[in-house]
């Protein structure tokens, strides 16, 4: 399957979604998961992310999400990619389907959601930075 060299990301020094483009990566096969950890560079600010593209398939399912079984969403904590989570601000149940750190340092999760659809999220937040947008 053909990737584009382009896609749209949050940039986390722009602070907006930008086109960011393809500069290097590699695959990788462990536990029979594909991993596709990408470096993409901003068009804009010129900084670099390594994006996780790697979407579980088995994992992805948000349909039969229940509260009792998802952990409740905060900037400060730390996800796993297949995680089930709620979001209590938008009362809404998600699952993590990629992980996301920029050349920053900045971790940010992508989770899908049963209402919202996909959305992104910074997690692994210090206390002190918390004045910044949760959302990301
Ligand atoms: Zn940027």
Redesign the pocket.
Known sequence: MARSKYITHF??????E?K?EAVGGKAVEANGTESLRVWFR??????SALIDRSVPASKSAVADLTRESATEYAATKVFTIGEAIYHSEWDDLGRVIAKNRTSGGVQAITVSFQKLGERKLVENLRADALSDAAQV
């Open positions: 940039c986390a020094y722009c602070h907006k930008t960011m901003c068009q804009r600010c010129k900084h």
